[in-house]
């Protein structure tokens, strides 16, 4: 079984300052890795993935996450937080299953973005 | 074009009530799935079907029925709805392939029992 553990359900910033959400996993095969933002009364969108290349990942609106094995963590950051950044953001892990991948979701950060 | 369009967008029903949820994806993608997302924004898969086939049954009550006509449409069914059901349903698609993990979301249905 996998799981997700997004550290913080809320977390807020200054606008221009760093932004850190965590996420740890827990997989007994190597996993795919995702994080999802979700604005709000909006569906969820595909911020950037980690599929065993490249261990740090680039993703949209100056997202990047670096997946490290050894602490089995996927932290997202961005260096400068805008105010369009307050979202609902979610880390989640997929299971390799027949005919499909089952996305297994973290409890979402909901980050705040104080001007 | 919407690539993954659910209707309706809110649903307020009685509770006991039977109701449906459409879910219509025209990216050409072989996998659907629905999710539950609760009051503090827990999601959870609930199904998921390729080509027509039931591949995920989560531990979902059996008055959730999930129906998929063709690949492209994946419809929940809700039998004798109870306020616990109150939730934002999303469906998703994915394709075939390396980019089968991807998942591609609606905007989800905002359900709530009376």
């Known amino acids: 079984a996998q799981s997700v553990t997004q550290l913080g359900s809320h977390v807020s910033v200054s606008e221009g300052a760093l932004v850190l959400l965590r996420c740890n996993y827990s997989?007994?095969?190597?996993?795919?890795l995702f994080w999802y933002v979700q604005y709000p009364n909006q569906g969820l969108q595909l911020l950037l993935k980690y599929t065993s290349a490249a261990t740090l990942v680039k993703g949209i609106n100056g997202f990047e996450a670096e997946f490290k094995k050894s602490e089995t963590s996927f932290h997202l950051t961005k260096p400068s937080a805008h105010m369009s950044d307050a979202a609902e953001y979610f880390c989640?892990?997929?299971?390799?299953?027949?005919?499909?991948?089952?996305?297994?979701f973290g409890k979402g950060t909901k980050l705040s973005v104080i001007p | 074009d919407t690539a993954v369009s659910q209707t309706p967008k809110y649903l307020v029903t009685q509770m006991g009530n039977d109701k449906s949820i459409k879910c219509e994806q025209n990216l050409g993608h072989d996998t659907m799935y629905w999710y539950k997302q609760d009051s503090k924004k827990f999601l959870k898969i609930m199904f998921s079907y390729n080509n027509k086939e039931l591949i995920i049954n989560e531990t979902v009550p059996n008055r959730f029925s999930p129906k998929s006509p063709d690949k492209a449409h994946l419809n929940l069914h809700i039998n004798s709805l109870e306020l616990g059901d109150s939730a934002v349903y999303f469906c998703a698609s994915s394709p075939q392939g390396t980019l089968k993990n991807i998942q591609y979301f609606g905007a989800g249905t905002r359900l709530s029992v009376l």
């Open positions: 989640a892990v997929s299971d390799s299953g027949a005919g499909s991948y089952q996305l297994t």
């Open positions: 997989s007994s095969v190597p996993p795919y």
